[in-house]
């Protein structure tokens, strides 16, 4: 009986895209709709993930070897796109047989039937452990950009644009909270004074020093200790009523005296000392958190004014 050339014809382009498949680092796959068990699975699933080929028998299986991080919401996707016939990416944390965890990109196609029912899902799942690896990097990365884009170099606390922000969401907060928001400005009085007599070296080491005991003064989470400017500092305490701001600055005035950084410069006192300006609101809409802002700069200029190494406070009253 004469060989039909159609069948050696397809058994060779049978063996052509099966030698293709299983040669490409992407691992071919698929799973019969109905049945939901696999009809097929590249043997380079072995080498990747250490199951034998065999093992691969039903979507059961896929998702058992999965991250239980990713198992559900990956799951929930993956059937609810493949219902609505939609083509779809997924990546997922898929277990390996050593216990350790590789990162898969399945990349799925739905094969429909002449009446729009699903008929089986076809894909590849690929390894992209050294993309997530890289894109991990980068976020690692951003991150600790960002954090150095909101501390100030030379003390290590929050900069001015990190109080800017923080600033104005307390404020928000406390409007919508309608919480009393407390904030502190500090400066270092006669510092051109000290940076002159003991130079830029010894004035940044001061600089840095009472950084460090503003902040010590400040235990609580919510709290933050600022650079403001170059010998300015500021505080900002949300959900602070007055007194509580008040306690704060007695505590820093307490703490520089006993410190006692000399400085030769200054015209009354031997060592350094703070002025300070404490203020307190209970915001509404009606306010203005700039011109608070300046309230506060105000009650600092009146410390200076009335002698300073001190503090000048008073909270802003609402009107009715």
Same mark, same amino acid.
């Given at each position: ?118 008929? !089986?899902?076809?894909?590849?799942? *690929?390894?992209?452990? $050294? ?5 991990? @990097?980068? =976020?690692? &990365? ?17 900069? !001015?644009?990190?109080?800017?922000? *923080?600033?104005?969401? $307390? ?5 919508? @909270?309608? =919480?009393? &928001? ?139």
């Amino acid at each position: 009986m004469p060989k039909n050339p159609f069948d050696e014809q397809q058994l060779s382009n049978d063996m052509f895209y099966k030698t293709l498949l299983e040669s490409t680092l992407a691992i071919p796959w698929s799973i019969d709709w109905a049945t939901k068990t696999f009809s097929y699975i590249g043997p380079q699933i072995e080498k990747l993930l250490g199951w034998e080929q065999d093992s691969w028998k039903s979507v059961q299986d896929w998702a058992d070897r999965m991250h239980r991080d990713d198992r559900d919401h990956v799951l929930n996707y993956c059937v609810s796109q493949s219902i609505a016939g939609i083509d779809h990416e997924a990546d997922y944390r898929a277990l390996k047989a050593s216990g350790g965890y590789c990162w898969i990109r399945d990349v799925v196609h739905v094969v429909r039937k002449e009446n729009g029912e699903v008929e !089986r899902l076809v894909g590849f799942m *690929f390894d992209i452990s $050294e993309r997530k690896k890289k894109e991990e @990097e980068l =976020k690692a &990365l951003h991150r600790k950009l960002e954090e150095f884009s909101y501390k100030d170099g030379l003390t290590e606390i929050a900069n !001015r644009r990190l109080f800017d922000d *923080f600033y104005s969401r $307390e404020w928000n907060n406390a409007i919508r @909270e309608q =919480k009393p &928001l407390s904030v502190i400005l500090i400066d270092i009085d006669f510092f051109k004074q000290y940076n002159d007599f003991n130079g830029h070296i010894i004035g940044d080491a001061c600089i840095k020093q009472i950084a460090q005991m503003l902040e010590s003064c400040c235990v609580r989470p919510r709290d933050l200790v600022a650079r403001y400017g170059g010998e300015e500092f500021a505080i900002v305490l949300p959900d602070t009523p007055l007194k509580g701001a008040v306690q704060i600055a007695e505590d820093i005035l307490r703490m520089m005296d006993q410190a006692k950084l000399p400085h030769r410069a200054s015209p009354i006192s031997e060592n350094v000392s703070l002025s300070l300006g404490v203020k307190c609101i209970c915001p509404t809409e009606k306010d203005d958190k700039i011109h608070f802002l300046n309230m506060v700069d105000k009650n600092l200029f009146k410390a200076k004014q009335t002698g300073r190494k001190r503090f000048v406070a008073d909270e802003t009253k609402i009107m009715v």
